[in-house]
């Protein structure tokens, strides 16, 4: 690997045999920063608990060594819940840098868009209608993510194209109907089956397992890398399709692609914990302020996402209101004056 000379002003280009990049420094640095804050999240969220367990008994139990019961509940209990919620708060931000970029839209995240409403409405038929197990819950979320963004994209569709402001607008109605279709669930199901379908929609990360991390993790080792390949052309798109199209971009096969990446980034995600709102809104977003540069952002995304959901566990556990608050609850809380600020700040 070779470093060319002298340096750019705002990164510098790296060579590795015929392949040659382009390194910014200040994204690299917040991405830095942002694993940085990440670790240690992890570590005080390794501690915490029931048992309280010092930094450095953590470090020993996460590679095994020490008292039996510190490394059972290390890592038969915490490690798993916490690796759960990186990968899902990761998907969920290198998701919502996607659909965000397809329909050129701050709103545009699956939580905005439909997706996230789309798979609960199947999970929770599948919990109200066919008492359904884990796996099968968890199969039926993904199936309804990947219908809906089907249906949006189909809808959205006119003249050969379908991203921009319609994708977004078609995305929010196919949302309504899956709420309601959840909501006409919920009402119509036994009290017992009521709670447990209320429950999964409230969004979890308690009693996540090695299954889950194995699951999520194959889903991020096989999708992230070809979206990352895809981003370039991503941010060509968002000058125009009719520009990137003349730089040799397949403009509306590259959207489907990235679309069903996305879709599928998010469908694992809510078969993981159940709805998670705001981090797909907020990651992009921040990862692009923190970067100060145009473009799709899908690795400080993905890494920042990671922060806000293991950050927003650790306080939902962490905070003492009298009960313990799913962390889907309080990223919808947060989600919400997120949202309203904006608005306001684009008004």
């Known amino acids: 690997m070779s470093l060319d000379t002298p340096r750019l002003a705002s990164g510098f280009r790296v060579a590795v045999g015929p392949v040659r990049t382009r390194v910014l420094v200040r994204p690299l640095a917040v991405g830095g920063f942002a694993i940085v804050v990440l670790a240690i999240v992890g570590v005080v ?17 996460v590679f095994g060594n020490g008292e039996d019961r510190v490394v059972r509940t290390v890592r038969g209990r915490r490690l798993p819940r916490f690796l759960t919620g990186v990968l899902v708060g990761g998907g969920l931000g290198a998701a919502g840098a996607v659909f965000q970029s397809v329909s050129r839209n701050a709103l545009g995240s699956p939580d905005i868009i439909g997706l996230t409403a789309g798979a609960s ?14 796996v099968a819950v968890a199969l039926s979320a993904l199936v309804g993510g990947v219908g809906t963004a089907l249906a ?39 009290i017992e089956t009521a709670v447990n379908a209320q429950t999964w929609l409230a969004g979890s990360l308690l009693a996540r397992d090695w299954t889950h991390v194995q699951m999520l993790a194959a889903a991020s080792v096989v999708l992230l890398p070809v979206l990352v390949v895809l981003g370039r052309r991503l941010t060509m798109m ?9 730089l040799g971009v ?12 996305g879709v599928l980034l998010t469908g694992a995600a809510v078969a993981a914990t159940g709805p998670i709102a705001f981090v797909a809104l907020a ?12 473009g799709v952002r899908l690795v400080n995304s993905w890494i920042i996402g990671a922060v806000l959901l293991a950050a927003a566990d650790l306080a939902s556990e962490a905070v003492d209101l009298g009960l313990r608050m799913p962390v889907g609850t309080l990223t919808a809380l947060l989600g919400g004056v997120y949202l309203m600020w904006l608005l306001g700040r684009k008004a």
């Not at 929770?124 to 359904?132: E, K, L, N, P, Y």
């Not at 991203?163 to 309601?180: D, H």
């Not at 968002?238 to 003349?246: F, Q, V």
Request: aromatic share 4%.
């Open 250 to 261: 397949n403009v509306e096969r590259v959207r489907f692609a990235t679309i069903v990446l």
């Open 45 to 61: 969220t390794l501690m915490h608990g029931t048992l309280r367990i010092p930094a450095g008994e953590v470090v020993d139990a």
């Open 283 to 294: 990651a992009p977003q921040i990862a692009g302020r923190l970067s100060n540069r145009s």
């Open 121 to 134: 409405a199947a999970a929770v038929t599948q919990v109200v209608v066919f008492d359904g197990d884990r």
């Open 238 to 246: 968002e000058m125009g399709d009719d520009l990137a199209a003349g």
């Open 152 to 190: 949006v994209y189909l809808l959205a569709r006119r003249d050969g194209t379908s991203g921009g402001e319609r994708f977004v607008l078609v995305g929010i109605g196919i949302g309504a109907m899956c709420t309601a279709v959840i909501n006409l669930m919920v009402v119509r199901a036994e």
